[in-house]
């Protein structure tokens, strides 16, 4: 029964969303291409922005997820240069920032992202950075990126473990990750994320599922030491864990 349930639920979010899609598209994707095809690029991302919290939140509902934020007042008013730094369970922890956090935030994002023809589209309408794990090429152009846009007074959200969790463990955290975040000098913000697997990838029947947020107080990449900048990434990692592993574990059968 808990089998039928889960499939049934997919059938209809899937019907839900397809509809989705076809009005975003319309009201989205076709307008923003167009005016991106005019020349209007800035103007163009605009509108994927603007409609992203959107589309996020639909998702979230329609996978009956509720999300439970901690530490609200830790989110900096101004997210010009703010690095987000996360752990990863879920295709949905994405889904969750945007559509719950609000961030408008470039996430740095694997290029398997490009073969889902619709996400494909909205990504490259948001500007993500993309990543290849496999081509150390890209990972520095990835960083060169990242760097950039934060600079430029724009905020990045990046996960350091580089894949999602399947075993409900927070894998290594990647000091590479980073990088970005200590040349451009960001305001760092770390953030701890438990939930989201369970009510996609692990989705177990039809019930309200729970996501869990922690936003944990910023930490400043500005004017380090080199000893420093050396063991930042050490200690936002423990930090995450931390707070991670405090966070409250929902079991459904």
Not at 60 to 81: A, C, F, M, T
Not at 127 to 154: F, V
Request: aromatic share 10%; net charge positive.
């Amino acid at each position: 029964m808990v089998l039928i349930m889960k499939y049934v639920h997919y059938f209809f979010a899937a019907i839900l969303f397809v509809i989705g899609v076809i009005i975003t598209v319309i009201f989205c994707v076709l307008p923003a291409n167009f005016i991106r095809l005019l020349g209007f690029e800035n103007a163009s991302k605009k509108i994927y922005w603007a409609w992203a919290p959107h589309l996020a939140s639909f998702a979230i509902w329609l996978l009956n997820y509720r999300v439970h934020i901690e530490g609200s007042e830790n989110l900096p008013k101004d997210l010009s240069n703010v690095c987000f730094i996360s752990n990863h369970q879920s295709l949905l922890d994405i889904c969750a920032y945007v559509g719950r956090l609000k961030l408008k935030t470039s996430p740095i994002a694997k290029v398997e992202v490009l073969k889902a023809p619709f996400v494909s589209s909205f990504a490259k309408g948001l500007g993500i950075i993309l990543l290849d794990r496999k081509s150390p090429k890209s990972s520095i152009k990835a960083i060169l990126n990242g760097t950039e846009e934060l600079k430029q007074g724009k905020s990045v959200i990046i996960f350091p473990e580089g894949t999602r969790s399947k075993n409900g463990k927070i894998g290594v955290m990647k000091a590479g990750s980073y990088k970005m975040a200590i040349r451009a000098e960001s305001l760092i913000v770390p953030l701890a994320i438990q939930g989201t697997r369970s009510g996609f990838e692990d989705k177990k029947g039809f019930h309200r599922y729970d996501c869990y947020i922690k936003i944990l107080p910023p930490v400043s990449a500005k004017g380090l030491t080199k000893e420093e900048r050396k063991e930042l990434p050490e200690i936002i990692s423990a930090q995450i864990i931390e707070a991670y592993e405090k966070l409250p574990v929902r079991k459904y059968k």
